[in-house]
């Protein structure tokens, strides 16, 4: 929904006409009070039609009058029409939760029964089967299945979703579309992320940030200006020996003030949160959007948020005298029956590129699980014993092994394999050493590309993690951070993150964990995974919803895109006004001194037509800018100086022109049609 077509659709163009007009409630209307001094006026007006017009006729008067209010409701329906889309994105999220139906299990057994989503409580497990929607947030505790995440997120392609790792979170309005999962419910009643998400697109508690506010004060300080102005220009006219009509007066003031800007601020505002939604992610707070514009430092967690959070193996090492089809035949029967992630990627590994065929244990195989005393697990097969584990527990578990050659040679692999920052298991069959398994960190697809883009952005990426120097450096140079801190407790973290601060600069932080959680609080802007904790969603001022950590090109691209297009449009605004001197001061001024006539070089047709053509530039250009303030003004990665001068160029100098162009037109069109 970014084009403009599709922003001026009846669906959303006719509920926002009517609430413009409720928005004139006096109560809402002095929220903004440039659009509430414009409606003052234009009340005054109303109730002096046709007395004390000074030589100025009635139906002159009324049109002053009627182009008044148009531009009150032109601003009022911004915010409106701002306001719709969200409610619009809000109802089909409600609708989708109306429609959930959950399959709770019932005891140890596979039997379930139907209830209502909001029956759920937290810790329930229930069964979500192809075509179902997922009834509640949660993580997948048993299955594989594919899920259509559209109706949440946007993205068309379905993502898996299984047990262990970071791909077990699920959401509420999701659709298994394959297989089955089972789910534990992770969310309270009415506090999942489809409640959030209605609540944070309608916008109902949206406060303004300290940049909005900051600009609101500079618009009701030019208006008083303007306002103290306007009143000294009768006794310069009393002076002259004339008088000024108080339309002119009114006309004049209403021109002055920044009314396109103060018409377009809210929805602006609106828009650019309901922007992140569409990207996908939960902003808590608009204050978060804007500090990301800014944002120098990017922190970001290793596992989970660079890494895919799971470990997968990479290579087979065979010892010397072993064949790389030894070693993989292995350790495919030790990982057969292990259902890790490691586990499976050993299995796919010997499967896909050595194309072990076996695909099932043989009849009769002990499964021998892994546990935290003897970090072994492996399988007995006809008297054959396989082993599979840490490097030092497989050698104490084969004594013969000791200090012979096989030995020396596993840990001179094992050394090599920890030095390039991955993580060694060692593979043994009836006491015979085989060699080693290479299990590599997974670094996430596009995150290299991603952080090259930030780097351009003028972004410093800092990966944290709790590796050691060797492990973290080795995945560092992979992934393409700037730089990393190794060996990172939570206190580390935090004492990062203030160190950056107090030196002035605005800090991101990415994460995912428990022991993220404190910094995510800390940092300027806080984005928590999906796949996370709990405690780091609830941490972070937003929530990605795809756990891509380089989404954060996105929001920082949202946040300079917010604080551009209303620094552009403030820019339009305050340019604008040039053109109006030259409309609005020779027609009032004209007749107590000849000279200003000079000044009249848009030529336009009368006095009247002068004032009326700028009233109605000053009306109509607002609902023009309407697509601009809710798509906002496109950011491409440049320097501040660059981009300064671009923006200047666009909307500054078309600022000055346009309103020459547009006033002239609409004086020629009200001269044919003798509207004054």
């Known amino acids: 929904m970014t084009s403009a077509s599709s922003m001026f659709s009846a669906k959303l163009v006719a509920p926002a006409i009517g609430d413009a007009f409720k928005k004139l409630s006096p109560r809402q209307l002095v929220k903004n009070p440039v659009l509430f001094t414009t409606a003052i006026v234009a009340l005054l007006l109303t109730v002096l039609l046709g007395i004390g017009g000074d030589g100025l006729s009635v139906p002159f008067q009324l049109q002053l009058i009627v182009w008044l209010w148009l531009t009150v409701l032109f601003g009022t329906f911004a915010e409106a029409l701002a306001e719709g889309r969200g409610r619009a994105q809000a109802a089909s999220l409600r609708a989708a939760k109306s429609e959930l139906k959950a399959k709770r299990t019932i ?19 229930v ?14 505790i048993q299955g594989v299945a594919s899920v259509n995440e559209a109706a949440i997120t946007g993205e068309s392609a379905p993502v898996i979703r299984e047990g262990g790792g970071d791909r077990s979170a699920v959401t509420a309005g999701t659709r298994v579309i394959s297989d089955w999962i089972k789910v534990r419910v992770t969310q309270e009643p009415g506090q999942g992320f489809l409640d959030r998400m209605i609540a944070l697109v309608e916008g109902a508690e949206r406060q303004k940030t300290p940049n909005e506010i900051a600009l609101t004060i500079l618009l009701v300080g030019l208006t008083i200006i303007f306002l103290i102005a306007v009143s000294t220009v009768p006794g310069f006219a009393a002076y002259a020996g004339g008088g000024i009509p108080i339309a002119m007066l009114a006309a004049l003031l209403i021109t002055l003030i920044p009314t396109t800007i103060a018409a377009l601020l809210s929805a602006i505002g609106i828009a650019g949160m309901d922007r992140l939604v569409r990207f996908n992610v939960l902003a808590k707070s608009g204050r978060a959007v804007e500090a990301a514009g800014d944002v120098d430092v990017l922190l970001l967690d290793k596992t989970g948020t660079i890494t895919i959070g799971d470990r997968a193996a990479s290579e087979f090492r065979p010892l010397a005298g072993v064949t790389i ?14 259902e890790t992630p490691e586990g499976r990627s050993v299995v796919t590994l010997a499967q896909g590129k050595h194309e072990v065929a076996m695909r099932a244990l043989p009849d009769g195989a002990e499964i021998i699980p892994f546990t935290a005393q003897t970090r072994i697990s492996g399988v007995r097969t006809s008297g054959s014993l396989i082993q599979k584990g840490a490097v030092d527990a497989v050698l104490r578990a084969n004594t013969g092994s000791g200090n012979t050659p096989a030995a020396t040679e596993m840990r001179k692999i094992t050394d090599e394999i920890a030095r390039s920052g991955q993580t060694p298991l060692a593979v043994a069959q009836d006491g015979r050493l085989l060699g080693v398994i290479a299990l590599k960190d997974v670094i996430k697809a596009g995150v290299r590309e991603r952080f090259a883009e930030l780097r351009r952005m003028g972004i410093r990426t800092v990966m944290i993690t709790g590796d050691n120097p060797l492990t973290a450096a080795s995945i560092a140079a992979e992934a393409g951070v700037d730089d990393f801190l190794a060996e990172a407790t939570p206190e580390d973290k935090l004492a990062l993150i203030r ?3 107090q030196g002035g600069r605005l800090v991101a932080m990415c994460g995912d964990g428990t022991n993220d959680a404190p910094a995510l609080a800390q940092a300027d802007v806080g984005v928590a995974m999906n796949t996370g904790t709990q405690a780091a969603r609830e941490a972070g001022n937003m929530v990605d919803l795809d756990s891509d950590p380089t989404k954060l090109i996105e929001i920082v691209g949202l946040g300079k895109q917010l604080l551009m ?11 604008n006004d040039v053109a109006k001197y030259f409309a609005i001061i020779p027609a009032m001024f004209l007749a107590l001194y000849p000279g200003l006539a000079v000044l009249n070089v848009m030529g336009l047709h009368s006095p009247e037509s002068a004032i009326l053509s700028a009233i109605i530039f000053n009306a109509l250009i607002i609902p023009c800018l309407v697509p601009l303030a809710l798509k906002g003004v496109k950011y491409q990665p440049m320097g501040a100086g660059p981009l300064l001068a671009r923006n200047l160029a666009i909307y500054g100098l078309g600022g000055l022109i346009a309103p020459f162009i547009g006033i002239k037109a609409i004086d020629l069109v009200v001269a044919g049609l003798g509207w004054a």
């Open 107 to 125: 005891g140890v057994a596979d039997a379930w029964e139907w209830v209502g989503a909001a029956q759920l409580a937290k810790g329930d497990v």
């Open 499 to 501: 160190k950056e601060q």
């Open 127 to 140: 069964l979500v089967e192809t075509g179902d929607l997922i009834p509640a947030d949660g993580e997948v």
């Open 325 to 338: 089809d030894e070693i993989a035949t292995a350790a495919l029967l030790a990982s057969l029956a292990d």
């Open 565 to 575: 297009t209303r620094g552009a449009l403030t820019t339009f605004s305050v340019a």
